[in-house]
Protein backbone atom coordinates (compact mmCIF):
# COMPACT_ATOMS: atom_id res chain seq x y z
CA UNK A 1 0.00 0.00 0.00
CA UNK A 2 2.89 2.54 0.18
CA UNK A 3 2.99 3.44 -3.26
CA UNK A 4 -0.51 4.23 -3.11
CA UNK A 5 -0.33 5.84 0.25
CA UNK A 6 2.48 8.02 -0.90
CA UNK A 7 0.29 9.18 -3.58
CA UNK A 8 -2.89 9.99 -1.47
CA UNK A 9 -0.97 11.44 1.05
CA UNK A 10 0.56 14.21 -1.27
CA UNK A 11 -2.39 14.85 -3.47
CA UNK A 12 -3.10 18.48 -1.97
CA UNK A 13 0.46 19.27 -3.34
CA UNK A 14 -1.08 18.41 -7.16
CA UNK A 15 -4.41 20.38 -6.15
CA UNK A 16 -3.77 22.69 -2.74
CA UNK A 17 -6.77 25.01 -3.51
CA UNK A 18 -10.39 25.29 -5.42
CA UNK A 19 -9.14 28.03 -7.21
CA UNK A 20 -9.97 26.94 -11.42
CA UNK A 21 -12.35 24.61 -10.07
CA UNK A 22 -16.40 24.80 -11.19
CA UNK A 23 -17.06 24.15 -7.59
CA UNK A 24 -16.20 22.30 -3.97
CA UNK A 25 -17.63 19.28 -5.51
CA UNK A 26 -15.22 19.22 -8.27
CA UNK A 27 -12.26 19.79 -6.21
CA UNK A 28 -12.64 17.12 -3.93
CA UNK A 29 -13.81 14.52 -6.69
CA UNK A 30 -10.06 15.57 -8.09
CA UNK A 31 -8.69 14.98 -4.82
CA UNK A 32 -10.22 11.64 -4.82
CA UNK A 33 -7.94 10.78 -8.18
CA UNK A 34 -11.24 11.28 -10.31
CA UNK A 35 -9.38 13.53 -12.60
CA UNK A 36 -7.59 12.50 -15.67
CA UNK A 37 -7.70 9.76 -18.30
CA UNK A 38 -9.81 7.10 -17.60
CA UNK A 39 -10.94 7.89 -14.31
CA UNK A 40 -12.14 11.51 -14.75
CA UNK A 41 -15.51 12.06 -13.80
CA UNK A 42 -17.49 15.16 -14.44
CA UNK A 43 -19.54 16.54 -11.17
CA UNK A 44 -22.79 16.26 -12.85
CA UNK A 45 -22.08 12.44 -13.22
CA UNK A 46 -20.85 12.17 -9.97
CA UNK A 47 -23.72 13.85 -8.42
CA UNK A 48 -26.04 10.93 -10.77
CA UNK A 49 -24.40 8.51 -9.83
CA UNK A 50 -24.44 9.08 -5.68
CA UNK A 51 -28.28 9.60 -6.42
CA UNK A 52 -28.74 6.77 -7.76
CA UNK A 53 -26.77 4.58 -5.10
CA UNK A 54 -28.43 6.74 -2.52
CA UNK A 55 -32.01 5.61 -4.02
CA UNK A 56 -31.24 1.89 -4.02
CA UNK A 57 -29.72 2.08 -0.61
CA UNK A 58 -33.22 2.98 0.73
CA UNK A 59 -31.62 5.72 3.01
CA UNK A 60 -33.70 8.06 4.55
CA UNK A 61 -33.44 11.85 5.94
CA UNK A 62 -31.37 11.00 9.65
CA UNK A 63 -30.49 7.51 8.48
CA UNK A 64 -26.80 7.13 9.08
CA UNK A 65 -24.13 6.38 6.61
CA UNK A 66 -20.24 5.41 6.47
CA UNK A 67 -18.02 5.47 3.99
CA UNK A 68 -14.61 3.83 4.31
CA UNK A 69 -12.14 5.02 2.15
CA UNK A 70 -13.42 8.51 1.78
CA UNK A 71 -10.72 10.72 1.07
CA UNK A 72 -11.71 14.17 0.63
CA UNK A 73 -15.10 13.35 1.46
CA UNK A 74 -16.68 13.93 -2.36
CA UNK A 75 -18.74 10.62 -2.41
CA UNK A 76 -20.73 11.83 1.41
CA UNK A 77 -20.53 15.15 0.82
CA UNK A 78 -22.42 14.67 -2.52
CA UNK A 79 -24.93 12.35 -0.71
CA UNK A 80 -25.11 15.01 2.26
CA UNK A 81 -26.58 17.49 -0.31
CA UNK A 82 -29.41 15.11 -1.13
CA UNK A 83 -30.56 14.87 2.18
CA UNK A 84 -29.57 15.23 6.18
CA UNK A 85 -27.40 12.00 7.02
CA UNK A 86 -25.93 11.43 10.09
CA UNK A 87 -21.90 11.23 8.25
CA UNK A 88 -19.02 8.79 8.99
CA UNK A 89 -15.71 8.66 7.65
CA UNK A 90 -12.71 6.74 7.27
CA UNK A 91 -9.36 7.52 5.32
CA UNK A 92 -5.62 6.63 6.09
CA UNK A 93 -4.99 10.15 4.29
CA UNK A 94 -4.80 12.69 7.43
CA UNK A 95 -4.60 15.54 4.73
CA UNK A 96 -7.60 14.44 3.13
CA UNK A 97 -9.80 13.88 5.86
CA UNK A 98 -9.20 17.16 6.82
CA UNK A 99 -11.00 18.31 3.89
CA UNK A 100 -13.12 15.95 4.37
CA UNK A 101 -13.90 17.73 7.85
CA UNK A 102 -14.49 20.75 5.84
CA UNK A 103 -16.58 19.17 2.82
CA UNK A 104 -18.98 18.22 5.62
CA UNK A 105 -19.01 19.61 8.61
CA UNK A 106 -21.49 17.70 10.55
CA UNK A 107 -19.96 14.52 9.57
CA UNK A 108 -17.84 12.71 12.18
CA UNK A 109 -14.48 11.29 10.20
CA UNK A 110 -11.44 9.24 11.16
CA UNK A 111 -8.06 8.93 10.11
CA UNK A 112 -7.47 5.09 9.58
CA UNK A 113 -6.62 1.86 7.54
CA UNK A 114 -9.33 0.01 6.02
CA UNK A 115 -6.56 -2.41 5.25
CA UNK A 116 -5.41 -2.39 8.86
CA UNK A 117 -7.04 -2.17 12.60
CA UNK A 118 -10.91 -1.41 11.13
CA UNK A 119 -12.82 -2.29 14.11
CA UNK A 120 -10.56 -0.37 16.21
CA UNK A 121 -10.94 2.87 14.08
CA UNK A 122 -14.33 2.30 13.79
CA UNK A 123 -15.11 1.65 17.82
CA UNK A 124 -13.10 5.00 18.57
CA UNK A 125 -17.05 6.60 16.78
CA UNK A 126 -18.79 5.38 19.66
CA UNK A 127 -18.17 6.04 23.18
CA UNK A 128 -18.25 2.39 24.14
CA UNK A 129 -17.55 -0.65 21.49
CA UNK A 130 -20.70 -2.00 19.37
CA UNK A 131 -20.67 1.09 16.60
CA UNK A 132 -22.79 0.38 14.29
CA UNK A 133 -24.79 2.68 11.17
CA UNK A 134 -27.54 1.86 8.77
CA UNK A 135 -25.42 1.48 5.55
CA UNK A 136 -21.42 1.48 4.86
CA UNK A 137 -20.45 2.56 1.31
CA UNK A 138 -16.54 1.20 -0.08
CA UNK A 139 -16.90 3.65 -3.52
CA UNK A 140 -14.31 3.48 -5.57
CA UNK A 141 -11.54 2.04 -3.25
CA UNK A 142 -11.60 -2.12 -3.46
CA UNK A 143 -8.83 -2.02 -5.88
CA UNK A 144 -6.44 -0.37 -3.95
CA UNK A 145 -6.31 -3.69 -2.01
CA UNK A 146 -5.44 -7.39 -1.96
CA UNK A 147 -8.23 -9.41 -1.86
CA UNK A 148 -7.49 -11.20 2.06
CA UNK A 149 -7.85 -7.13 2.97
CA UNK A 150 -10.56 -6.78 1.27
CA UNK A 151 -12.42 -9.33 2.16
CA UNK A 152 -11.93 -8.88 5.49
CA UNK A 153 -12.65 -4.87 5.65
CA UNK A 154 -15.82 -5.53 3.59
CA UNK A 155 -16.97 -8.46 6.61
CA UNK A 156 -16.31 -6.15 9.10
CA UNK A 157 -18.58 -3.40 7.23
CA UNK A 158 -21.49 -5.99 7.51
CA UNK A 159 -20.57 -6.47 11.07
CA UNK A 160 -21.16 -3.13 11.84
CA UNK A 161 -24.02 -2.25 9.22
CA UNK A 162 -27.43 -2.86 10.54
CA UNK A 163 -29.19 -2.63 6.55
CA UNK A 164 -26.78 -1.94 3.73
CA UNK A 165 -23.25 -2.39 2.42
CA UNK A 166 -22.71 -0.81 -1.03
CA UNK A 167 -19.46 -1.98 -3.01
CA UNK A 168 -19.24 0.45 -5.96
CA UNK A 169 -16.93 1.30 -8.69
CA UNK A 170 -15.46 -2.39 -8.35
CA UNK A 171 -13.10 -2.92 -11.59
CA UNK A 172 -14.40 -6.22 -13.29
CA UNK A 173 -12.08 -9.17 -13.55
CA UNK A 174 -13.42 -10.80 -15.91
CA UNK A 175 -13.10 -7.46 -17.88
CA UNK A 176 -9.10 -6.66 -16.56
CA UNK A 177 -7.50 -7.00 -20.41
CA UNK A 178 -10.07 -4.49 -22.33
CA UNK A 179 -9.54 -2.32 -19.21
CA UNK A 180 -6.07 -1.82 -19.17
CA UNK A 181 -6.04 -1.66 -22.85
CA UNK A 182 -8.31 1.36 -22.34
CA UNK A 183 -6.24 3.01 -19.92
CA UNK A 184 -3.77 2.73 -21.48
CA UNK A 185 -4.90 4.31 -24.56
CA UNK A 186 -6.03 7.58 -22.97
CA UNK A 187 -2.91 7.82 -20.70
CA UNK A 188 -0.81 7.35 -23.26
CA UNK A 189 1.22 3.55 -23.16
CA UNK A 190 4.24 5.26 -22.00
CA UNK A 191 2.93 7.08 -19.10
CA UNK A 192 0.87 4.15 -17.92
CA UNK A 193 3.59 2.25 -17.25
CA UNK A 194 4.87 4.68 -15.42
CA UNK A 195 2.00 5.94 -13.64
CA UNK A 196 1.02 2.46 -12.39
CA UNK A 197 4.21 0.28 -12.37
CA UNK A 198 4.83 -1.36 -8.93
CA UNK A 199 0.89 -0.02 -7.85
CA UNK A 200 -1.41 -2.62 -6.77
CA UNK A 201 -4.63 -2.73 -9.13
CA UNK A 202 -7.21 -5.29 -7.81
CA UNK A 203 -9.42 -6.71 -10.17
CA UNK A 204 -12.96 -8.81 -8.84
CA UNK A 205 -15.88 -10.16 -10.22
CA UNK A 206 -19.55 -11.33 -9.13
CA UNK A 207 -18.06 -15.14 -7.95
CA UNK A 208 -16.03 -13.58 -5.27
CA UNK A 209 -18.34 -11.39 -3.47
CA UNK A 210 -20.91 -14.39 -3.21
CA UNK A 211 -18.51 -17.16 -2.16
CA UNK A 212 -17.21 -14.16 0.44
CA UNK A 213 -20.93 -13.44 1.19
CA UNK A 214 -21.37 -17.12 2.12
CA UNK A 215 -19.44 -16.69 5.27
CA UNK A 216 -22.20 -14.38 6.47
CA UNK A 217 -25.36 -16.74 4.51
CA UNK A 218 -27.58 -16.69 7.67
CA UNK A 219 -27.29 -12.92 7.80
CA UNK A 220 -26.84 -11.43 4.96
CA UNK A 221 -28.26 -11.73 0.74
CA UNK A 222 -26.91 -10.05 -2.43
CA UNK A 223 -29.78 -7.30 -3.36
CA UNK A 224 -28.64 -5.78 -6.45
CA UNK A 225 -25.68 -6.41 -9.25
CA UNK A 226 -25.33 -3.85 -11.79
CA UNK A 227 -22.66 -1.64 -13.45
CA UNK A 228 -21.42 1.15 -12.90
CA UNK A 229 -23.97 4.10 -11.79
CA UNK A 230 -20.90 6.85 -13.46
CA UNK A 231 -20.88 6.71 -17.20
CA UNK A 232 -17.82 8.66 -17.80
CA UNK A 233 -13.80 7.52 -18.36
CA UNK A 234 -13.72 3.32 -17.53
CA UNK A 235 -16.76 3.23 -15.58
CA UNK A 236 -18.07 0.09 -18.68
CA UNK A 237 -15.29 -2.06 -17.21
CA UNK A 238 -16.94 -1.20 -13.22
CA UNK A 239 -19.49 -2.84 -11.46
CA UNK A 240 -21.59 -2.68 -8.57
CA UNK A 241 -22.76 -5.01 -5.84
CA UNK A 242 -25.21 -4.25 -2.84
CA UNK A 243 -25.11 -6.52 0.34
CA UNK A 244 -28.86 -6.58 1.99
CA UNK A 245 -29.32 -7.81 5.45
CA UNK A 246 -31.79 -10.68 6.21
CA UNK A 247 -34.61 -9.37 7.91
Not at 150 to 166: F, G, N, P
Not at 176 to 193: C, F, I, P, T, V
Request: hydrophobic share 40%; net charge negative; charged share 25%.
Amino acid sequence: MSGWSNIWNSRLEKYPSQSGFQDNLEWLIHLNGFDKGAGAISSADWKEGVRLAVAALSLQPGDSLLELGCGSGAWVKAASDLMELDIFGVDYSASLIEEARRAVPTGNFRVGDIAGSLDTTLDSFASQPGFAVDVTVFHGVLHYLNETDAAEAILQAMDSSRSKVLLAEVPNSDLEHESELHRSALHGAENYKEDYQGLLHTSFNEEWFRTLLSRRQHDWEVEMVCPSWMKSGNRRFRFNILFRRRV
